[in-house]
């Protein structure tokens, strides 16, 4: 049996981070998000995978490979434009012998998860099995209508007193290959794409059976706006067993469960509280607070007194001394200035608000940083307001305040007007 993993999308709401890199190749929890993915497929027992490429395709084939560096097989299919998600799955169509696993590669889930789908399909051999899981806030996601543990509708995005159910579409999925001819008979839909729930829809319609395997909601994560990537980043280090490759000084700290890699460098004065995550050859020190849900990319180095908590620091960052960073991501190659601090909470005590494809959205977060994207620079004693978002290869100058987000290649200075007179003037 082979797995596909749909890996195609932009991923514009998690900008500026995808203006860079595919979404996929965020970092969380000490990998990227694909490969907590592959983990959760190979744990599964597939070893067989195909992804589904298209925005940074190369990016996606340079980092992965043929898989053997993940103990897997891995194959690249190309969705030359971007049409739904049912065509993105009718493009493996000639690389699936018999039936497969699908999982979106914008989640997060466990082999348990996984297998649970495989084996509940298994048993009963439906058309389809799809993993549901309760959510919040149905509002947000594709909404499941059960009879006997059959899909028998599917309300995308319901109005909290609209949705028939609390359960989500959570993106993991076994198909047999009926689904290529349902796939084929499906009309496309007002955006001019091919959506998998109009393909649902047809099976329903059918009386093919379609199978709901509820999922337990630890087990599941879905990563679609910037804030999430914290939530992911959480979910990930909770689950990683910690290992001590590198150089810790004496009189450094490492309370829980922390993991240091090989070349990592943690200088005297240092506390790390985990789950912690510090890259290969960071220097971190002396005299730092590195608090709890923390990822520390590779060649990291945070410099003197420095307090970080619940971020994502990525690869090459510096961070000056006297600096802070919470509740924040951080983008490769960045560069503080002494004293560079990150506001996490309003002064109201409200939540914190974003623009998020141009438009405002509430996070539900009361504690909530920055989003910076790759090689942004600050000066000394710079302040970034919560929930700003500063796209890749910006400057903002000494003691500039930061309040609105910035366009990519923008440069923020803060000019006085100084008034020079000789000591003998008054």
């Known amino acids: 049996m082979k797995a596909v993993i749909l890996a195609a ?131 947000h996601y594709g909404i499941v209508k059960l009879e006997d543990h059959y899909v028998t509708e599917i309300f995308e995005k319901p109005q909290p ?17 009926e689904i290529f001819e349902k796939i084929r008979q499906t009309p496309l839909s007002s955006r001019g794409e091919l959506e998998i729930t109009d393909t649902f829809k047809l099976l329903i319609e059918d009386k093919r059976q379609i199978l709901a395997v509820q999922i337990p909601k630890e087990d599941w994560l879905d990563i679609g706006k910037p804030w999430d990537l914290l939530e992911a980043n959480r979910w990930a280090l909770s689950r990683i067993a910690p290992i001590v490759d590198g150089r810790i000084e004496d009189n450094a700290h490492l309370i829980g469960t922390v993991t240091v890699c090989r070349g990592a460098h943690v200088r005297s004065g240092v506390y790390i509280e985990g789950p912690t995550f510090v890259g290969e050859n960071s220097d971190i020190g002396p005299n730092c607070f590195i608090r709890p849900y923390t990822h520390i990319g590779k ?17 090459k960052a510096k961070i000056g001394h006297l600096s802070y960073v919470g509740d924040s ?61 500063v796209g890749n290869n910006c400057w903002i100058g000494p003691n500039v305040v930061l309040y609105r987000d910035l366009p990519p290649n923008s440069r923020v200075i803060l000019k006085q007007e100084i008034e020079q007179r000789t000591l003998e003037e008054k």
Do not use: W
């Open 299 to 315: 060649q990291v180095h945070i410099g003197n007194a420095c307090e970080i908590k619940n971020s994502i620091i990525m690869d």
């Open 329 to 389: 991501v951080i983008g490769e190659g960045c560069n503080f200035g002494a004293g560079t601090l990150i506001a996490n909470y309003r002064f109201d005590a409200k939540p914190v608000k974003m623009m998020v494809k141009e438009q405002v959205v509430e996070t539900g977060k009361v504690k909530l940083g920055v989003f910076l994207g790759d090689k942004v620079k600050t000066g000394i004693n710079a302040t970034l307001m919560p929930g700003v978002k």
């Open 9 to 139: 999308g932009e991923g514009t709401r998690l900008r500026p981070f995808t203006l860079t890199r595919p979404k996929h190749l965020i970092p969380v929890g000490g990998k990227t998000a694909i490969e907590h993915v592959l983990d959760a497929i190979r744990n599964a027992g597939v070893s067989e995978i195909v992804v589904v490429v298209h925005y940074k395709a190369e990016q996606l084939k340079d980092f992965l490979g043929d898989g053997s560096e993940f103990g897997l097989s891995i194959e690249y299919i190309h969705q030359a434009e971007m049409k739904g998600t049912a065509d993105a799955i009718k493009t493996v169509e000639s690389n699936v012998a018999e039936d497969f696993l699908l999982i979106y590669g914008d989640i997060l889930t466990t082999p348990e998860a996984a297998r649970s789908v495989i084996k509940a399909y298994g048993e009963s051999k439906p058309a389809a099995a799809m993993a549901v899981v309760q959510v919040s806030r149905p509002e």
């Open 161 to 177: 007193s609209e949705a028939p159910t609390n359960l989500a579409n959570a993106g993991v999925y076994m198909f047999s290959k």
